[in-house]
Structures are given as C-alpha cells and as structure tokens.
C-alpha cells in the first residue's frame, strides 16, 4: 500500500504523512487477512511441488526403461510427461500468476481495510485543512520525515484503535518482494477506481 491523499483546500504549505505498515500492524483483520493468505500460498506450494516431484519420479523411471521400450512406447511416456509438466505449470500460473487465486484472493481480503484506512485520513486531512498526505511506507521517496507531520496515531484513533498497541511486527522484505510461489504475500493492491495508491504505518 502506498497512500497519498490530495486535498480539495487551497492550503498548499499544509501537508502531513502516515506510516501505512505502523497502522496496518494495530489492525487485527490485517493480522487475521495475512495468516489467511499465508496459509493457502503455502498449501497451493506445496500441491504445486507435489506435481512438479512426481513428474521427476516419472522422468527417472523413463530413463531407467528407456533402453527396454519401444519407440511407440517411448513417445507415449514422452508425450505423457510432457503434458504433465504443462499442466503443473498452469497450475501454478492459475495460483501465483499476476491474475491467479493468490492476488484475487488478497484483494477480497484487504481491499475492505484499505478502505478503512483511506476513509480515515480523508476525515482527518479535511478536519486539518491538509493539501497532501505523503506514505512514507514501502520505500518511499521521502528522503526526510519530521515527526511532528506524522498523523498516524490520529488515523488509528479515528478508527477506533489504540497507538502503541502493536499486533504484528511484519516483515518489511517479504511484504515487498515480488510474488513468487511459496512466498508470503503482502499487500501491494491499489484501492480500485482512485489514484490515490494504498500503505499504512506510524504516527502521531
């Protein structure tokens, strides 16, 4: 996620910024959205190697009967394997691919808590008058951040949370790490329909 909510104001100089992780990290059904996620990129890993082992198994077998079958024989087990690697990696395409199971199903999961988030910060920058909220989350281009300009903390209070009370510490580099099978997912879904980007974190 990375947020950047631009005002309606006419107070250019008035500007704030959160930390998307920091606020994502106090927020329960995050935790429970990721456990979640988790859990079924690790199971579908895992059904995608079990395919991926037997098709070693039967390549080992054919190598080893080889020099015992027929040429007709040869291309059935050939063709066979052949069609049952094509098979495991779609399978893995339909689970890890950019429109698989894995990223639909983290975008049903986090889109509502986005949402949460986002409508937050537009109550707290139109209370406050702010022209822009920065996201100094996810590598950000914010070289330099002075905490007096950190809403965070208002924007879990305004949901309702408590700052300090943090329920997951996170992993900053397999949140951003580009989706690969067996990795753990992070958030990394714009909210749909706005420009604004989506993240949240630390504040004030």
């Given at each position: ?34 456990k979640q996620i988790n859990e079924l ?164």
């Open positions: 996620m990375a947020f950047l909510i631009l005002g309606n104001g006419l107070f250019a100089q008035k500007f704030a910024y959160v930390d998307s992780k920091y606020i994502l990290s106090h927020m329960a059904e995050y935790v429970a959205a990721q990129s690790s199971e579908w890993q895992a059904q995608v190697e079990q395919k991926y082992t037997a098709i070693e198994q039967l390549e080992k077998s054919f190598q080893a009967e080889k020099i015992l079958l027929t040429e007709e024989m040869k291309k059935k087990r050939e063709a066979d394997i052949t069609e049952r690697r094509e098979e495991a990696k779609q399978y893995q395409k339909s689970k890890f691919g950019v429109d698989g199971d894995l990223f639909k199903k983290r975008e049903e999961l986090v889109a509502p808590i986005q949402e949460q988030i986002f409508q937050a910060i537009e109550d707290i920058a139109s209370q406050s008058q702010y022209m822009v909220v920065f996201d100094k989350a996810n590598h950000s281009n914010l070289l330099y951040t002075n905490p007096k300009h950190d809403i965070s903390d208002k924007v879990l209070k305004k949901m309702g949370l408590k700052p300090g009370e943090v329920l997951d510490k996170g992993d900053d580099d397999k949140e951003n790490s580009d989706e690969k099978p067996g990795e753990r997912p992070g958030t990394g879904t714009e909210r749909p329909g706005n420009d604004r980007p989506s993240s949240p974190g630390k504040g004030k």
